[in-house]
């Protein structure tokens, strides 16, 4: 099942904060806390809540009813990094995202490799006309 990345961004900071309670990390190297706030992670949650409410069903379902659910969760994606100044998001957190679309969407039936190729896209241009993180 594809982990969404809200789960290992937490778990980092769970961990950042276990070794600072320990004295392994220098509090000066420590970012994950501020990298990933609360209502960042809830905000994503949100967001992904909602995509994964609209995936039952997928596998069987038209280009374009799978393309609108893309398009949907990118866009709720692009107000939470642009609720902090387009910097939500940075490259390793968009492939992480970028991942969990394609991961989940295969899961539930939808032949990513097939549907953007169709499309004349690559596999990894799923989400590249509506995201801005």
């Given at each position: 099942?594809?982990?969404?990345?809200?789960?290992?961004w937490?778990?980092?900071?769970?961990?950042?904060?276990?070794?600072?309670?320990?004295?392994?990390l220098?509090?000066?190297?420590?970012?994950?806390?501020?990298?990933?706030?609360?209502?960042?992670?809830?905000?994503?949650?949100?967001?992904?809540?909602?995509?994964?409410?609209?995936?039952?069903?997928?596998?069987?379902?038209?280009?374009?009813?799978?393309?609108?659910?893309?398009?949907?969760v990118?866009?709720?994606?692009?107000?939470v990094?642009d609720?902090?100044?387009?910097?939500?998001?940075?490259?390793?957190?968009?492939?992480?995202?970028?991942?969990?679309?394609?991961?989940?969407?295969?899961?539930?039936?939808?032949?990513?490799?097939?549907?953007?190729a169709?499309?004349?896209?690559?596999?990894?241009?799923?989400?590249?006309?509506?995201?801005?993180?």
């Amino acid at each position: 099942m594809a982990e969404r990345p809200t789960t290992s961004w937490r778990h980092g900071i769970a961990e950042e904060a276990e070794e600072l309670a320990v004295g392994t990390l220098d509090p000066e190297c420590a970012c994950m806390a501020a990298l990933f706030p609360e209502e960042l992670l809830t905000a994503t949650d949100v967001v992904l809540d909602a995509f994964e409410g609209e995936l039952p069903g997928l596998g069987a379902a038209p280009d374009e009813q799978v393309f609108d659910v893309v398009e949907r969760v990118v866009l709720a994606l692009n107000a939470v990094d642009d609720a902090y100044n387009g910097s939500a998001f940075e490259t390793d957190e968009r492939e992480e995202l970028c991942d969990y679309v394609d991961e989940s969407l295969t899961e539930h039936g939808v032949d990513v490799v097939a549907l953007t190729a169709r499309h004349s896209l690559g596999r990894y241009q799923l989400t590249d006309k509506w995201r801005k993180w």
